[in-house]
């Protein structure tokens, strides 16, 4: 008897060490399974925080260069009168004297050289008046007889040569295409303009794009959040 009952002592005995153990084990997996939760999500709080910041720096660098574009490009291109586009026929180019400019030589030195001024006539076509045609915003401003004022360079001769190619070719090609001022405040027409819309829609382009990307990193950041609460909160009322 006294045998049976150490026999059946030991097996209890036995029994609940088992449990004890499996429960330890099972303990053990638990605190690896919480601790890799905690891992990642620690881990995914400064990877989510820095997606936000670069959003934001995106955001801000975009209005920073909207804030450039505006007191340059688009200021100039909205204070333009020469807004109205047509074709002109060239009436007369002719070279009527010689210009002075000066050129740098090194610091603080300064030398003279010359180039020919042209001036070139038109007949506005939708309008039939006669202006003074000039290159741009930069010529009219620099030069109101010249056509074209180039960079004022030593060798005068390329000048010259630069110039009367520039004649030569207004008068092969009559009609070109011109911008006018519809109110007449302005005599003379451009050949060209410096910021027309397409130059204006092409430049804004880029912060518009880096806008866009940062409001959608942004909002991707605060939809995986929003999806990660979700799914906790669905895994609470589950258990």
């Given at each position: 008897m006294f045998f049976v009952a150490g026999a059946k002592n030991s097996g209890r005995g036995g029994g609940g060490g088992g449990g004890n153990e499996r429960r330890s084990i099972y303990q053990k997996f638990r605190e690896v399974d919480l601790l890799d939760k905690k891992n990642t999500v620690t881990a995914l709080k400064p990877g989510e925080d820095r997606a936000i910041l670069l959003g934001l720096g995106m955001i801000l660098s975009s209005v920073m260069m909207y804030f450039v574009l505006g007191i340059t490009m688009l200021r100039s291109y909205a204070d333009s009168v020469w807004t109205e586009e047509?074709?002109?026929?060239?009436?007369?180019?002719?070279?009527?004297?010689?210009m002075n400019c000066s050129y740098s030589c090194?610091?603080?030195?300064w030398r003279v050289s010359k180039y020919p001024c042209l001036?070139?006539?038109v007949s506005?076509?939708?309008?039939?008046?006669?202006?003074r045609l000039s290159h741009n915003?930069?010529?009219?401003?620099?030069?109101s007889e010249c056509f074209y004022v180039p960079r004022c360079q030593?060798?005068?001769?390329?000048?010259?040569?630069?110039i009367m190619n520039i004649s030569e070719r207004l008068k092969v090609n009559q009609q070109v295409p011109c911008y006018y001022d519809p109110q007449e405040q302005q005599e003379a027409v451009l050949l060209t303009r410096l910021y027309d819309h397409t130059a204006v829609l092409h430049t804004l382009l880029w912060p518009s794009c880096m806008l866009t990307g940062g409001a959608l990193i942004i909002m991707m950041?605060?939809?995986?959040?929003y999806l990660s609460r979700l799914c906790e909160e669905i895994g609470k009322i589950k258990r």
């Open positions: 047509g074709m002109c026929l060239v009436l007369n180019s002719t070279v009527t004297a010689d090194g610091s603080d030195c001036q070139v006539y506005i076509n939708s309008t039939g008046r006669i202006s915003e930069e010529a009219e401003d620099a030069s030593r060798d005068s001769l390329a000048m010259h040569s630069m950041v605060k939809l995986t959040q």
